[in-house]
């Protein structure tokens, strides 16, 4: 095996921020030992993440066995996890910055499956892969990032297991969701889409419009979730999906926010 030295695309704060948890998670359980400190093993945690490599890769490169690898990164994953906000928190935190609204779109993460395992196959993507809910900012900040649901599931089903208009309605927030999720809410209309058809009058064309014009930068959300590149195809259990979008949820935020 060769090994050559690479860069990471990451400040030296969100290292620091990943260390820290890792730090304390230490003291907490009492761990005296390991064969990478603190600095080291969130060092993996991020180039993993970041480079999407499998973890045999990864290990090689910072002196560990592969087990020892992904022992690491599903230590460091639920600790960044567990900071991500809920889905209340997240808009009621979002009404009190007086955000006007928020964005919510659905993203399919490819995952490593086989023409058998069926709940997985997006017929819109036409790949194997989980749905993930985010709820974005106008600006396009990560707001929420919802669990993992098969990739057959359509957004406006995914949003109700999710219950996301019951939160909206709560935090006196709209939603501005692409198609997908047109029927969603009939009736309050917390949750705005564009017109559907053909041959629309003008009026429903400049509507749609001005739609889109409000929900692109939101819509960079998904985006940025897959400039980490272990989310462009898991080679993991495809229910890890949704641990390691909101673990990246917190990294990318926590990017953004002290850059």
């Not at 889905?87 to 659905?106: H, S």
């Not at 396009?140 to 669990?147: D, F, N």
Request: proline fraction near 5%; hydrophobic fraction near 40%; charged fraction near 20%.
């Amino acid at each position: 095996m060769l090994f050559y030295r690479a860069a990471l695309p990451l400040s030296h704060r969100t290292l620091t921020f990943t260390s820290g948890l890792i730090r304390a998670h230490r003291r907490e359980i009492g761990s005296v030992w390991r064969a990478l400190n603190p600095g080291q093993q969130a060092l993996l945690v991020l180039v993993y993440l970041r480079k999407g490599e499998p973890f045999a890769e990864v290990g090689a490169g910072f002196g560990v066995s592969t087990t020892t690898c992904w022992r690491y990164v599903n230590e460091a994953v639920e600790l960044l996890a567990a900071r991500a906000p809920k889905l209340r928190e997240a808009l009621r935190q979002a009404n009190r910055q007086g955000m006007a609204y928020v964005i919510i779109d659905g993203t399919l993460i490819p995952v490593d499956r086989i023409a058998a395992d069926r709940p997985f196959y997006s017929g819109k993507h036409k790949l194997h892969g989980m749905n993930l809910q985010v709820i974005a900012s106008p600006d396009g900040t990560i707001l929420w990032v919802s669990g993992p649901l098969p990739g057959s599931t359509h957004n406006t089903a995914a949003a109700r297991i999710w219950n996301i208009l019951a939160a909206l309605r709560d935090a006196g927030l709209i939603a501005l969701g692409d198609k997908g999720y047109h029927g969603y809410d009939a009736t309050s209309h917390h949750v705005i889409t564009p017109y559907k058809g053909r041959n629309k009058p003008q009026s429903q064309t400049d509507a749609n419009r001005a739609h889109a014009r409000l929900r692109g930068p939101g819509e960079r959300a998904n985006a940025q979730l897959k400039t980490w590149r272990v989310l462009r195809k898991l080679r993991c259990c495809p229910h890890r999906a949704g641990r390691l979008a909101k673990a990246i949820h917190v990294l990318q935020n926590h990017e953004v926010t002290t850059g």
